[in-house]
């Protein structure tokens, strides 16, 4: 482990965004795998930038080890129109070296690899890259520097436009990939993947944490609680002197006992994410028994099917995730329910009671000459999300936007926060069904947790098309797929059995590392390495009750403290349970070594 970038006492601001950075010192080591967090406009892409040595800072300095090959992805970028995928991917049409001759790289099977792991295996080499969309030209530029070797990869927000499969894959390359990485991403399923250390940019400074995004989240509420603290503390101490100076009795206070042996104490008084039942009866008021049933329907999207023959019921209280690859249908299926559109063939009745809200992902007009709390008034002065009725100042402070930032035109606004206001404006409607379309894009990660929040206790029915995992996974209840065969399958394993039909589909899924299939990474068949994924899952559900088990008998151990008899026959429970998982954690490890990505 060497150091191979300094910062030291790095100072950056711009006139109108104010000071971003101030005496910040970093060093980065060649094996770091670093994850950025930080609220928008914080200053992240701007560390990347310094990072780089694409932009120097107003004062301080940045070093790098000698001969040091950084290649970077960033959030904007241009290329000739002209270019094709050869020319960028294997040439110098953005990157200043090439790939070689074509006979160097037409045999190597990694080249190929990157491209259909990043789900451009239907674009030929000579394709020209003026024509694409955004999305296609950013997955070209990232498999550009993917083909290539460097010391340290530097990606901002390389999960745009890719689907599940595609951040899967991606994670897992990067995981097998020698180097340093250093990462900003909305997507924290990739952060705790793929980072061991995080960086939260705030209040013009950089905090570095242990782990991914999880650890982080974790590690702040502990940062915040020991701050809570130290002001009940310094409160106590005020209120002392003040009695003191008075001349009457004596402050009686108590100081608060803390005990947080691990990382479960600091929630293990939170309340289960969502109450499903009260929703579901909540929902079943506002919507009544019916919200959607499509029979026998059919649905085009110019030429191509989209879906043939289905039959589907969407109930009150449903919170349905969509998956599938860029271009499967997702958007046209929710557009469907949405009214935009109607069925090329079959039927579809719309419940009487709904009223539906359609997010896009396109950033729709937003009244341009009103300051952004006028815009949300011009919705709803009062809004009602659940138990909990909110001015629209509230709601505002809900995204993000703090008592400042409220009074800025909208027409000042960047695009994260015209999304946020979009995804605002949007639920001050008080609808009772929401249809979302992507809703994570360009959003930070604390406004990502304050939007599920909000929607952990909406009383109504969802439909989220998404790539973010960790937003699936912690909104939705039930997954469907769609595989652009024209059905729509239900998923009883969400993401990952998703990803194991996808493999399936694609004949392996793509490879862990250029030129090495994933089968032969890990040395077990596809049906093989589908079964050990399961193996893994039981024994992590298994130490899990053991983890439980230890607990309860430590606190009958407390309770019967002076019970030598009892003492020493929960002591043999406890030595025999704290055996049978030493056991199962080795078999976990033993397996966890066969899988890759575990």
Known sequence: MANIINLDRVSKGYGAAGQLLTDVSLGLDDDARIGIVGLNGAGKSTLLRMLAKSEDPDSGRVTHRRDLRVATLPQTFSLAAEATVR???????????????EHEWAGDAGVRAILDGLGMGYLGLDTPVGPMSGGE????????????????????????????????????????????????THDRWFLDAVCTATWEVADQQVLTYEGGYAAWTLARVERQRVEAVIEARRQNLLRKEIAWLRRGPPARTSKPQFRIDAANALIADVPPVR?????????????????????????????????EGLTWQVGPGDRFAILGANGAGKTTLLRLLAGVTTPDGGRLVTGSTVRA????????????????????????????????????????????????R????????????????????????????????????????????????????????????SHDRYLVERVTDTAYGMFGDGRLVHLPGGIDEYLARAAERTDGGGPVAPGVPKEAASGLS????????????????????????????????????????????????LKAVQQERGEVEEAWLELAEQVPGS
Do not use: C
């Open 87 to 101: 020319d960028v991917v294997l040439g110098t049409a953005w990157l200043s070296e090439g790939m070689g001759a």
């Open 137 to 184: 030209r950013r997955r070209v530029a990232l498999a550009a520097l993917l083909v290539r070797e460097s010391d340290l990869l530097i990606l901002d927000e390389p999960t745009n436009h890719l689907d599940v499969a595609g951040v899967d894959w991606l994670a897992r390359y990067l995981l097998t990939r020698r180097g340093a990485l250093v990462v900003v």
């Open 275 to 307: 109450d499903k039942v009260s929703l579901q009866r909540l929902a079943t008021t506002r919507l009544g028994k019916q919200v959607y049933d499509l029979e026998d329907v059919t649905l085009d999207a110019g030429p191509k099917r989209i879906l």
């Open 357 to 404: 809200a359609f997010l896009s992902q396109e950033l729709k007009e937003l009244p341009g000459d009103l300051r952004l709390l006028e815009a949300v008034e011009e919705v709803a002065r009062r809004v009602k999300l659940g138990d909990r009725e909110l001015s629209a100042g509230q709601l505002a402070e809900v995204f993000g936007f703090t008592d400042k």
């Open 406 to 465: 409220i009074w800025t035109p909208v027409s000042d606004l960047s695009g994260g926060e015209r999304r946020r206001l979009q995804l605002l404006r949007l639920l001050a409607t008080e609808p009772n069904v929401l249809l979302l379309d992507e809703p994570t894009n360009d959003l930070d990660t604390d406004t990502l947790a304050a939007l599920e929040d909000l929607l952990d206790s909406w009383p109504g029915t969802m439909i989220v098309a």
């Open 526 to 573: 596809a049906a093989d390495l589908r079964q050990a994924r399961k193996d893994l899952s039981r024994l992590e559900r298994q130490l899990a009750k053991l983890d439980e088990r230890v607990v309860k008998i430590n606190e009958k151990l407390a309770e019967h403290g002076s019970d030598y008899d009892k003492i020493m026959e929960l002591d043999a429970q």
